[in-house]
């Protein structure tokens, strides 16, 4: 079974900061899908930015970015311009290429941003 | 598109009593998801659906759980008899079909059983 990692349960960054946010994952597979999740205290949760594991070039959506390190198995994510809006709690999470349609979650890593 | 719509928003429910999440997804979307967020165990997908067929329910927790979806724009999740331990915030969750597609989820319910 896939497993998603996240060893920071807490970050905080100076506002206009930059902030990286780790995850490493295991699985066997070699087609899969890899998301960066925001969940503000609204409890919504939002897609940040995704990963096709057959891509070689990191995702970028404007201030946000991984590091796709696939034979590492790590998944990074930075947040570059640190802003107030960016304090949430931040979710790494896998779905395989295949049949199986689920998501796999990390734990989850709460960012705070310091004005 | 109004986007995923779950109800009730919050819930607080005496144990032993049934309670019924809902879900309405998101129009043109084949697969819905149940997914229960806590402190303990994280998000954790409960049960999902292709095409309203139940196709991997393994991490529903026990029989007091069940989830219908008697068509492509409502899902319930209910949980009869409730217990403390069910207190959690429960996401609905749909996405198009196709590998390259995203799940958007609603925005929870909270429900809290004493």
């Known amino acids: 079974a896939q497993t998603v990692t996240q060893s920071q349960p807490e970050m905080s960054v100076q506002e206009a900061e930059t902030v990286t946010l780790s995850c490493t994952y295991d699985t066997s597979e070699s087609d899969y899908y890899l998301f960066w999740y925001k969940q503000p205290p609204s409890r919504q949760m939002i897609l940040v930015i995704r990963q096709e594991a057959y891509k070689q070039q990191n995702a970028t959506e404007n201030r946000f970015s991984v590091n796709f390190q696939k034979a590492a198995k790590s998944f990074s994510l930075k947040i570059s311009d640190s802003q107030l809006g960016d304090a949430a709690m931040y979710f790494c999470?896998?779905?395989?290429?295949?049949?199986?349609?689920?998501?796999?979650f990390g734990q989850g890593t709460r960012l705070t941003i310091n004005p | 598109d109004a986007g995923v719509i779950q109800s009730p928003r919050h819930e607080v429910t005496e144990m032993g009593q049934e309670v019924t999440l809902r879900c309405k997804p998101i129009?043109?979307?084949?697969?819905l998801f149940w997914y229960r967020q806590t402190m303990m165990r994280g998000l954790e997908l409960l049960i999902y659906?292709?095409?309203?067929?139940?196709?991997?329910d393994s991490g529903m927790p026990e029989d007091r759980f069940s989830a219908k979806m008697p068509n492509a724009s409502f899902s319930t999740l209910k949980i009869q008899p409730s217990e403390p331990r069910d207190s959690a915030v429960y996401f609905c969750?749909?996405?198009?079909?196709?590998?390259?597609?995203?799940?958007?989820f609603g925005q929870g319910t909270r429900l809290t059983v004493v």
């Open positions: 659906f292709n095409n309203n067929v139940p196709i991997d």
């Open positions: 969750a749909s996405r198009a079909q196709g590998l390259n597609t995203e799940a958007f």
């Open positions: 129009s043109g979307h084949n697969s």
């Open positions: 999470a896998y779905r395989s290429g295949g049949g199986a349609q689920k998501l796999v």
